[in-house]
């Protein structure tokens, strides 16, 4: 039995997954596993996508990295899909949404997305395909919705999931007494 949580932090690009796990890191002691870091370090990888630039996972060959560690608990998992990550190892996946197109428009702009990337994640963002694909995959109880589109989003929706962690943490000392 894990005494700490794993939490999937999720989202389109851009929406501030990164930001919120190392803010999440230093509030909770749960450490940062960034996925795509994961996945270049431990050569994950099937091919490269050629029209959208970037690499294209082997999800058998990432979960196998990372299955020993995750397990453990006690990871914020960043990633911009959550799907393929098996019920049992997640105790919460938090959804992070930007609801304006422009403020999303600019962060990806501001990294260098081309057209067909950058319009590729907008898409993904309007019509809250993440969120479905969180809500499909996980109990309801499990996911939660939340917008990060200021800064001070990133303030109250770290202190709602760390309030949430320590929540986990106590349930789970009571539950081995």
Same mark, same amino acid.
């Given at each position: 039995?894990?005494?700490?949580?794993?939490?999937?932090?999720? #989202?389109?690009? #851009?929406?501030?997954?990164?930001?919120? @796990?190392?803010?999440?890191?230093?509030?909770?002691?749960?450490?940062?596993? *960034?996925?795509?870091?994961?996945?270049?370090? +431990?050569?994950?990888?099937?091919?490269?996508?050629?029209?959208?630039?970037?690499?294209?996972?082997?999800?058998?060959?990432?979960?196998?990295?990372?299955?020993?560690?995750?397990?453990?608990? #006690?990871?914020?998992?960043?990633?911009?899909?959550?799907?393929?990550?098996?019920?049992?190892?997640?105790?919460?996946?938090?959804?992070?949404? @930007?609801?304006?197109? *422009?403020?999303?428009?600019?962060?990806?702009?501001? +990294? #260098?997305?081309?057209?067909?990337?950058?319009?590729?994640? !907008?898409?993904?963002?309007?019509?809250?395909? !993440?969120?479905?694909?969180? +809500?499909?995959?996980?109990?309801?109880?499990?996911?939660?919705?939340?917008? *990060?589109?200021?800064?001070?989003?990133?303030?109250?929706?770290?202190?709602?999931?760390?309030?949430?962690?320590? *929540?986990?943490? +106590?349930?789970?000392?009571?539950?081995?007494?």
């Amino acid at each position: 039995m894990r005494t700490f949580p794993n939490v999937i932090i999720t #989202g389109t690009p #851009g929406v501030g997954k990164t930001v919120h @796990c190392e803010q999440l890191a230093q509030e909770t002691g749960l450490r940062h596993l *960034s996925i795509n870091q994961v996945a270049k370090d +431990r050569h994950c990888y099937e091919t490269y996508d050629q029209e959208l630039e970037t690499w294209v996972v082997d999800e058998d060959k990432l979960l196998d990295a990372i299955e020993d560690e995750v397990l453990q608990g #006690g990871y914020l998992i960043d990633w911009h899909a959550c799907d393929l990550f098996p019920k049992s190892w997640v105790d919460l996946v938090v959804v992070l949404r @930007c609801p304006s197109t *422009s403020v999303l428009y600019d962060r990806l702009s501001t +990294r #260098g997305y081309h057209e067909v990337k950058l319009q590729e994640n !907008l898409d993904a963002e309007i019509f809250g395909v !993440l969120l479905e694909e969180a +809500r499909d995959a996980f109990d309801e109880e499990a996911v939660v919705e939340l917008n *990060s589109e200021k800064d001070d989003d990133v303030e109250s929706n770290c202190a709602r999931i760390s309030t949430w962690v320590e *929540s986990w943490k +106590r349930a789970q000392s009571e539950n081995t007494v």
